[in-house]
């Protein structure tokens, strides 16, 4: 079986015993599991400083090569981008003292590696069950996430990723949120609430839920014109129960189209959510719709031969009653 030398690694180990006795994280050993290799652990501090030696001298190369002076990454995403093409640059290098560049090694010694696992890649995300609470939140990790209202009161399976908490029900994915850094902390999602503030629209302009839309940019100033020209003819309840319905729009429509529909709908004085959702197709980008195919199940010859029609039949029918 393949094994891979590791440090002591607190993502991995819980408990170090005696001598290279360990205690593994239980998504370590399933990630081993996954991919089919054992783990040999070094001994810690002085006493294992030789057995692994060449990684940290390749640690301290590929640092000065390539991360001196430290740069800036706008998210992790554009960091592992950044990793891959500074490893992939890497294939080019020659050790000292031989001949074959580091791609080329590798590429003569990957007809004997295993292949990877038929079932996919292994997901690391860490599977709960939480219970939904009156105010349509999970907890996970001391920090509260939205979702959809009709789930309070049930209890939901949460994958927690390392930057990524999935709510999961019957199967479906019902919302997806970044994963808080602190706790206490609350990631409210507007769209969660709007079945519940169609009945309750009072309570929208105070909405945590609300406050956070606009932070997000999710909630734009066309929103806003629209709501206050709808609450100002319609008055608040009314108006606010048009805005709420241009809101569920957004899971349907594109966001430029339902901003075009409610600037025309502001223009004309109407604030009807169904004529914004007129104007919001009439200005989406048109579909591109695939032609439909009908199947012959006669060959062309078959078509031309068949009689042309006639209506010889019901001449007899003159004769009836006559």
């Not at 902390?185 to 956070?212: C, F, I, M, Q, S």
């Not at 020209?229 to 709420?244: H, K, M, N, P, Y």
Request: some cysteine; charged content about 20%.
């Amino acid at each position: 079986m393949t094994m891979i030398r590791y440090g002591n690694l607190k993502a991995a180990v819980v408990r170090c015993a005696l001598g290279r006795e360990r205690e593994e994280n239980p998504q370590f050993i399933a990630l081993r599991s996954h991919y089919g290799y054992d783990s040999f652990f070094c001994q810690p501090g002085l006493e294992g400083a030789h057995e692994k030696g060449g990684v940290e001298g390749e640690v301290g190369r590929f640092r000065r090569r390539h991360l001196v002076p430290v740069p800036d990454f706008a998210s992790l995403a554009e960091l592992n981008a950044f990793m891959a093409a500074a490893d992939a640059a890497d294939d080019a290098r020659r050790i000292t003292g031989r001949s074959e560049t580091v791609g080329a090694a590798a590429a003569r010694e990957l007809p004997g590696l295993r292949p990877l696992p038929g079932e996919g890649p292994f997901d690391p995300a860490l599977v709960l069950s939480c219970r939904v609470d009156a105010r349509s939140r999970v907890c996970v990790r001391q920090s509260y996430y939205s979702v959809p209202a009709r789930y309070a009161g049930r209890r939901l399976q949460v994958k927690l990723a390392a930057t990524t908490v999935t709510v999961v029900a019957e199967g479906a994915v019902v919302a997806v949120h970044t994963r808080s850094l602190h706790k206490y902390t609350e990631d409210l999602v507007l769209d969660h609430y709007l079945e519940v503030l169609a009945r309750k629209p009072g309570a929208l302009p105070g909405a945590t839920a609300l406050a956070a839309a606009r932070k997000a940019g999710t909630f734009t100033k066309s929103h806003q014109r629209f709501w206050d020209a709808a609450r100002a003819q319609l008055g608040d309840s009314a108006g606010t129960r048009a805005l709420i319905g241009v809101l569920l729009l957004h899971r349907t429509q594109p966001p430029e189209a339902i901003v075009s529909g409610m600037g025309a709908a502001v223009t004309m004085g109407r604030f009807d959510p169904d004529l914004v959702a007129l104007e919001a197709r009439r200005l989406a980008p048109a579909r591109t719709v695939a032609p439909v195919v009908v199947p012959v199940t006669a060959p062309p010859a078959a078509l031309h031969e068949r009689p042309a029609p006639s209506l010889g039949a019901y001449d007899q029918l003159l004769g009836v009653g006559a």
